[in-house]
C-alpha cells in the first residue's frame, strides 16, 4: 500500500502505477481536509500521460493535510496527504466547528464528555458523515438481508444487489430473482459495440433519424457559457498538433476485397481487425521500417511489434492500449487481446504500462459507414493504419480464364499515414500491398 | 415381479432368504405357529420349522442376546420386535453387546432386528413409536426404514447380508397400504437415498412413510416442482444424495415422523447447515412430531403426526419465502 505510518497517523503517497511510470499529476481531491475517510475509499484522482485513476485511502481516518495541490505534478513516493488515524469518524473537528458556525460543541467539551460517559444531548445532528454511508454512493444505504446463496452468486457475478428487485416473502431478494436479474441485464444491457469490432453489417439495420428537437426561437441567441476542454481532450489535442507539427505526414489508400476475411472472421467468431492486425503485423515483418520510431534524427527499427489499438471513449476521448509482442500472437489470440484490452479501456482500468511502448497503431472507425479518412501519427511512430467501412461494391474480377466480369463483393478502404521523414511512397505503397494481398489471400 | 404389498415384500424377502441360506432363521414372539403379531412370518412354521423358526419367551433382551450368540456361532439371525416399542427391554443386548463387537472383539455381529414402528392407527404411547434416532446414537448399527415395497425387499436381503447389526424400521401403517411390484427371488438394495421424485423448486428430505405424506402433500402445490428424497438408510446417511438436492434447490424441508429433537431430520439439518450453507436460500424448516408420547385419542393423534396440510403449509411458506 502506498503508505507509511507515523505516530498519529498515516501519510499517503504517490503511487507506482507501472515500472515504466515515474511521476503522477493531481487531478482531483475527492476529499477536503477534515473530512472523514473509510479505508480503501478514493482519496485523489491521479493522472499519468493518459491513464486516470484513482487512489484508495490506506486506511480510515480524518484527512488532516493536503500537500500536493491540484495540477501539481510529482514523483512517485512524494506524500500527498496526511490521515489522522486515531480520528473517529463521529468526532467533530475544528473545520466542522468552523462550518456551522460553533453550534457544536467544541471538541475538548465533546472528549470530556465522552470520556466520562455523561454526554449531553448535542444541540444539533451529527454533522460528521458515518463511514459505511461515506464509502456508499449517493442515496439510501441498502438494508435488506440477503440469503447465503444470493450473496454468493450476486459475489460471482458482481451483481449489486440493491439493484435486483424481490418478489420473496416481505420482497425478499430470492435466488430467482437475482438468476433473472443476471438473465434480463445481459439482454438488456449488451456490451456496447466496440469502436474496434468489424463495421462490416451484412444488413445495417437502418439508423434512426436524429430525434433531437429544434430548439424554439425565442428571440435573440444567448450562446452557453465556454466551458474548459476536459482534460483528456486537451491531452489528445496536444499529442496530435504535437504530430502534426512535428511528422511529414502523408496518406496513402488501397482497396482491399474482405470477403475472406469475413468468411474467415465468421468461422473463427473473431472481428475482422483481428485478421487485418495479423496480416498487417506480417507486412511489418516485412517492411519493418515502418515498425519504427523517430525522434528527431534518431530511428530505431523494432524488430517486435509492439500494436497499439485505438479504443473510442465515446465523448470522453480516444485512447490507445497497446498489445506487446503482438507478432507472437495468432487472429485468436490477438482478437482476445483486443477484446480485453478495449473492456478494461472502457472500464478505466487501463494500467500506464498498456498504453506505452506502441510501435505501429491501427485505427478502426468505419463502424458509421465513412469510406476514407487522413489518420494522424501517433508519435514517436512513424505509421498509423486506418480502416473504415466495409462496403459491398460492384467490383471488376478476373476468373482463372482472365475473364473479367462485375461481382459484388465487400470492399474496404484501408489508408496509411505515414512520416515522409523516415520513409517514402513506395514503401508505404508496398505495405498497404502486402496487408491487402494477405487479407485477400484468406 | 409381482405385486406385493409392503408387509408381504417383507415376509418374500426372509422367506427368498432362507430358501437361498440355511444360516438364516427368525425368532421372536409368535412369530412361529401364530405367524407372527403382524401375520409377517405366516406360512414360515410350515415351510421351515420349529428350528428356523423360532418362538420366545416374552423378552426381548433373551433375544436379542441369543441372537449376538446364534451370529458369533455363524448363523444369520432375524429378529422380530412384536413393536419397535418394546426394544428398550433388550437395549443393553443391542447398543452394549451387538454394536460394540466388532470394536471390542472384532467380532462381526451379523443380526436384523425388525423394528414394526411407527403411529397412526391409534396404538397409543407404547404402539406407536419411532425410535429410530435412539440407534442412530450408538456407533456399530445400522439403521434403515424403506418406504416401498420393492425396497422394504432389497433393504431387507441386504440387512441380512450385512455383517453389521442392522436395526430394520418396518412402519405398520404401510404394512398393507403400501402396494408396488417387487422383483422375485433375492436382490439387494444399496443402504442408499432415492430420489422419489424430481423436482428443481424444493427440496423434501424424509424417509419412510412420511416419503407417501410429503409425495401426496407436494404433488399439485401451485405448480410448484419439489424434490422428495426417500433417505432409505439413517446409518449410514447418504449426505451425497442430500447435499446435491440442496445445491439444485436452496430450499429444504425435513419431514421426521418421530419425535422433533434430535431426530433423523435433525442430523439431516446439521449436515446441510455445515456443508451446503452457501447454496441456502432460506430456513432450513423441520416438520415432526411434537416432543411428546403419542396419546390414544384419534383426534389428538393425526393433531400430532404431521400431516399432509402441514407439510403443505411448510412447503408453501418456504416456496414464497
Known amino acids: 500500500m502506498s503508505s507509511s505510518s507515523t505516530e498519529t497517523g498515516i501519510d499517503v503517497v504517490m503511487p507506482q502505477m507501472g515500472v515504466s511510470v515515474s511521476e503522477g499529476t ?5 476529499k477536503q481536509v477534515g473530512d472523514w475517510v473509510a479505508y480503501e475509499e478514493p482519496l485523489v484522482d491521479i493522472s499519468t500521460d493518459k491513464i486516470d485513476t484513482e487512489v484508495p485511502s490506506p486506511a480510515a481516518g480524518r484527512l488532516v493535510e493536503i500537500l500536493v495541490e491540484v495540477g501539481t505534478t510529482v514523483d512517485v513516493g512524494t506524500v500527498l496527504a496526511r490521515l489522522a488515524t486515531d480520528a473517529k469518524p463521529g468526532e467533530p473537528h475544528a473545520s466542522e466547528s468552523d462550518a456551522v458556525g460553533g453550534t457544536v460543541a467544541p471538541p475538548a467539551t465533546s472528549d470530556a464528555a465522552a470520556a466520562t460517559g455523561d454526554s449531553p444531548a448535542p444541540a444539533t445532528p451529527d454533522p460528521a458523515p458515518k463511514p459505511e454511508v461515506a464509502a456508499g454512493s449517493a442515496g439510501a444505504a441498502d438494508t435488506r438481508r440477503y440469503s447465503p446463496v444470493v450473496s454468493r452468486i450476486a459475489a460471482e457475478h458482481g451483481v449489486d444487489l440493491a439493484q435486483v428487485g424481490g418478489t420473496g416473502r416481505g420482497g425478499r431478494v430470492r435466488k430467482q430473482d437475482v438468476l433473472a436479474f443476471l438473465q434480463d441485464g445481459a439482454e438488456e444491457k449488451p456490451e456496447p459495440p466496440m469502436h474496434i469490432e468489424s463495421p462490416y453489417r451484412p444488413d445495417p439495420p437502418k439508423p434512426k433519424a436524429a430525434t433531437v428537437a429544434p430548439a424554439i426561437s425565442t428571440g435573440a441567441y444567448d450562446p452557453p457559457a465556454a466551458e474548459p476542454l476536459s482534460r483528456m481532450r486537451r491531452s489528445i489535442g496536444e499529442h496530435m498538433k504535437r504530430s502534426l507539427d512535428t511528422a511529414a505526414t502523408c496518406t496513402s489508400w488501397i482497396e482491399v476485397d474482405m470477403s475472406g476475411v469475413e468468411r474467415e472472421r ?7 481487425l483481428a485478421f487485418v492486425a495479423r496480416a498487417a503485423i506480417d507486412a511489418l515483418r516485412e517492411f519493418p521500417l515502418l ?6 534524427d534518431q530511428v530505431t527499427v523494432h524488430h517486435e511489434v509492439n500494436l497499439g489499438i485505438a479504443v473510442s471513449l465515446g465523448e470522453d476521448g480516444l485512447i490507445v492500449p497497446v498489445i506487446h509482442g503482438a507478432q507472437d500472437l495468432s487472429p485468436e489470440g490477438l482478437g482476445k ?11 478505466k482500468t487501463l494500467t500506464p504500462d498498456d498504453v506505452q511502448g506502441g510501435t505501429f497503431t491501427i485505427t478502426n472507425p468505419g463502424q458509421y459507414g465513412t469510406l476514407m479518412a487522413t489518420p494522424v501519427i ?14 459491398k461494391r460492384p467490383v471488376v474480377i478476373t476468373d482463372a480464364a482472365g475473364d473479367d466480369a462485375i461481382a459484388i463483393r465487400p470492399m474496404c478502404v484501408f489508408g496509411l499515414s505515414w512520416d515522409h521523414r523516415a520513409l517514402d511512397g513506395v514503401l508505404a505503397a508496398q505495405f498497404l500491398a502486402a496487408v491487402r494481398d494477405r487479407l485477400e489471400a484468406l | 415381479m ?22 438364516v432363521f427368525v425368532m421372536g414372539e409368535d412369530v412361529g405357529v401364530f405367524g407372527g403379531a403382524f401375520k409377517v412370518t405366516d406360512g414360515f412354521f410350515d415351510e421351515f420349522g420349529a428350528n428356523r423358526v423360532m418362538d420366545t419367551p416374552l423378552a426381548e433382551s433373551g433375544i436379542i442376546g441369543t441372537a449376538c450368540g446364534a451370529a458369533y456361532a455363524g448363523l444369520r439371525p432375524i429378529c422380530e420386535m412384536q413393536f419397535s416399542d418394546f426394544i428398550a427391554c433388550g437395549f443393553d443386548q443391542l447398543i452394549n453387546v451387538a454394536a460394540k463387537m466388532y470394536y471390542r472383539q472384532g467380532l462381526p455381529t451379523n443380526i436384523t432386528v425388525r423394528l414394526p414402528s411407527g403411529g397412526g392407527f391409534s396404538g397409543g404411547p407404547y404402539h406407536s413409536q419411532n425410535p429410530e434416532a435412539w440407534f442412530m446414537h450408538s456407533p456399530g448399527l445400522k439403521v434403515v426404514a424403506p418406504s416401498t415395497a420393492e425396497d422394504a425387499k432389497g433393504l431387507l436381503i441386504s440387512a441380512i447380508r450385512d455383517h453389521n447389526p442392522v436395526v430394520f424400521l418396518e412402519h405398520k401403517h404401510l404394512y398393507r397400504r403400501v402396494k408396488g411390484d417387487v422383483p422375485t427371488g433375492t436382490y439387494t438394495t444399496p443402504f442408499t437415498a432415492r430420489t422419489a421424485r424430481e423436482g428443481t423448486d ?17 404433488e399439485d402445490l401451485d405448480g410448484a416442482s419439489v424434490e422428495v428424497i426417500d433417505l432409505r438408510s439413517l446409518v449410514p446417511l447418504d449426505t451425497e444424495a442430500i447435499l446435491a438436492s440442496v445445491r439444485k434447490t436452496s430450499k429444504v424441508l425435513i419431514v421426521d415422523e418421530a419425535n422433533e429433537t434430535c431426530a433423523a431430520g435433525a442430523q439431516v439439518a446439521a449436515v446441510i447447515a455445515e456443508h451446503a450453507f452457501e447454496d441456502l436460500d432460506g430456513p432450513v424448516r423441520r416438520v415432526a412430531t411434537p416432543d411428546v408420547p403419542i396419546p390414544f385419542s384419534p383426534p389428538l393423534e393425526q393433531a400430532l403426526l404431521p400431516s399432509i396440510d402441514r407439510v403443505k403449509e411448510a412447503a408453501r411458506e418456504l416456496l414464497e419465502y
Open chain 1, 26 to 30: 493531481i487531478v482531483e481531491w475527492r
Open chain 1, 266 to 272: 465468421r468461422k473463427a467468431g473473431l472481428t475482422a
Open chain 1, 291 to 296: 515498425n519504427a520510431w523517430l525522434d528527431g
Open chain 1, 337 to 347: 487481446r483486443v477484446r480485453d484490452l478495449a473492456r478494461a479501456a472502457r472500464a
Open chain 1, 378 to 391: 501517433n508519435q514517436p511512430q512513424v505509421a498509423i493504419l486506418d480502416l473504415e467501412a466495409v462496403v
Open chain 2, 2 to 23: 409381482a405385486t406385493m404389498t409392503y408387509l408381504q415384500a417383507i415376509s418374500d424377502a426372509m422367506r427368498e432368504e432362507m430358501r437361498a441360506d440355511e444360516r
Open chain 2, 202 to 218: 424444493l427440496t423434501i428430505v424424509t424417509y419412510g412413510a412420511m416419503v407417501h405424506t410429503a409425495l401426496e402433500a407436494t
